[in-house]
């Protein structure tokens, strides 16, 4: 290798590494649920954009502000036209995520909301866990490396200073399409080593990865999966109450990120 290359690799390296050097000013928050979003945007006092900043038609709500040195975008794909609920799951997550990424550049991606939980795993009702890794469970491909592409397994922006401040429990996250599991999708879950099920998180990880942003994880159990309730009833019995374990937890995630580079975290 000639100096000139060895030059050119190290110049590279130096750029390469510039962004996680660069203070985080721009954050997208994803959140699928109103009843979890509105907690954070009253917390933060931010303000829902009027003249919205994505494609005219679609339900997709911004709401944004200045909160310490950080702007702070809270990104709820709002409900669908035809039934008026919350518009959850992979679908509108993804096309939600590319819209954020690019119409506001963020520096870093936060998916928070609810999640359902495996007693076997060592999760309670409430606890708040940041995501190690996520992948699909449903997306069931049985040809050679297609199953893997299925899976669709990432790992998230590492963070050991900020597990190490705020001392949050630490879980795989496995998503899937469905409230409920199937047996085929308990089986993959339990490949997945998960801790936590959510219906967003690993659609938000493939863009984000697409488009090269870092993102976390932040999820609160509301139910159970291995446990003895019926996870519709468990879910909208505890959403309330963890929706507010929510609005104390991510706060101090956000406290914890301002002012920081991403290398810092």
């Not at 660069?22 to 931010?46: C, G, H």
């Not at 992948?135 to 899976?151: E, L, M, S």
């Amino acid at each position: 290798m000639s100096p000139q290359d060895e030059r050119s690799d190290v110049a590279e390296e130096t750029m390469v590494s510039q962004p996680e050097k660069k203070p985080i000013s721009t954050i997208v928050v994803i959140i699928a649920m109103q009843t979890e979003a509105l907690p954070l945007v009253n917390r933060f006092q931010l303000t829902e954009d009027v003249d919205s900043t994505f494609p005219k038609g679609v339900p997709w709500v911004r709401y944004h502000g200045f909160y310490k040195d950080l702007n702070i975008n809270i990104i709820w794909p709002g409900k669908d036209a035809t039934l008026g609920v919350d518009s959850v799951g992979t679908i509108s997550a993804a096309l939600v995520t590319y819209a954020s990424i690019q119409a506001l550049q963020p520096d870093l991606i936060i998916n928070t909301g609810t999640a359902g939980g495996f007693k076997a795993k060592g999760a309670c009702i409430g606890d708040v866990f940041l995501a190690s890794e996520v992948a699909f469970h449903d997306r069931r491909i049985p040809i050679p490396v297609f199953d893997q592409y299925g899976v669709g397994l990432r790992r998230t922006f590492p963070t050991p200073n900020l597990l190490k401040e705020l001392k949050l429990k630490v879980g795989k996250l496995s998503t899937g399409d469905s409230l409920d599991v199937s047996q085929q999708d308990e089986a993959a879950i339990i490949a997945n080593d998960a801790t936590v099920k959510d219906m967003e998180g690993a659609a938000i990880a493939y863009v984000a990865d697409l488009l090269s942003v870092p993102a976390i994880f932040i999820k609160a159990v509301t139910d159970i999966v291995d446990g003895d309730k019926p996870t519709a009833e468990e879910f909208l019995q505890n959403l309330a109450v963890v929706a507010a374990a929510l609005d104390q937890s991510v706060p101090q995630v956000v406290d914890f990120i301002s002012g920081k580079c991403l290398s810092d975290l």
